[in-house]
């Protein structure tokens, strides 16, 4: 499956890429899936997702749980908790 | 009148009131949120998500005009870099009571640190660069309107 990643803050920086579109392996069902999977795949994202609870995520515009599921999702952006105001 | 705005843009306190003015109200209330320069910092960053930053500012703004009775509601916020007191975000509430005007104006800059997509990276003048993390404080603060 085709997806659209997104990435934020200090995630965007340690990615060194702001987006990519990737193609996942059939074990990538929810948010948490994926996260695992990319912190697994290479040494940027190892130093951007080894602790996954610092990790937020939104599917096609609204916050999502590591529970989400993928399915049929175009893009998901994955950031940090949000710092505004 | 509701007037929201996410931009890179020096935010232009005087055309803002100008603008939210026109008509006249009974009460107003306003917040204006500046870069501060403690630690010798030379610049804030706000990383922002386009889409998501603004319907997370267009919702809050809706959902303090659901609450209270307000004439007129200005959200502005700044993204992207900033150096040390420049405006980041400006609030600016009018009701007929002053009560309400109050109550929403604090409401949304309550809200504005938990609930919007934004993110904040400070730069120091020995060359530090760290993101801001998130305050528990903030979290009971912007809880507290769910009560």
Redesign the interface.
Same mark, same amino acid.
């Given at each position: 499956m085709a997806l659209e990643i #997104?990435y934020? #803050?200090?995630v965007?920086e340690r990615m060194g890429v702001a987006d990519e579109t990737v193609d996942l392996p059939a074990s990538v069902t929810n948010v948490s899936s994926l996260v695992a999977w990319l912190a697994a795949r290479d040494a940027r994202g190892q130093g951007a997702f080894a602790e996954p609870h610092r990790i937020r995520a #939104?599917i096609d *515009?609204v916050m999502m749980g590591p529970d989400a599921p993928l399915v049929g999702a175009k893009e998901v #952006?994955l950031?940090?908790?949000?710092? *505004? *105001? | 009148m509701i007037r929201v705005a996410v931009q890179p843009e020096v935010i232009d306190i005087a055309a803002e009131l100008d603008l939210h003015d026109a008509g006249g109200h009974g009460a107003s209330a306003s917040f204006i949120g500046r870069v501060r320069g403690d630690g010798d910092l030379t610049e804030l960053f706000l990383d922002h998500h386009p889409a998501m930053t603004a319907a997370g500012l267009a919702d809050l703004a809706h959902a303090a005009a659901d609450r209270w009775q307000l004439s007129a509601l200005t959200l502005i916020h700044r993204v992207g870099a900033m150096v040390p007191g420049e405006t980041i975000v400006f609030v600016l509430t009018s009701s007929p009571h002053r009560a309400e005007a109050l109550a929403a104006c604090e409401f949304m800059i309550d809200r504005l640190k938990t609930d919007v997509m934004l993110w904040k990276r400070e730069t120091f003048a020995d060359g530090q660069v760290r993101w801001v993390e998130p305050r528990e404080g903030d979290e009971a603060r912007a809880e507290k309107w769910s009560q």
């Open positions: #997104a934020f #803050a200090w965007r #939104a *515009g #952006a950031f940090p908790p949000v710092t *505004g *105001g | -």
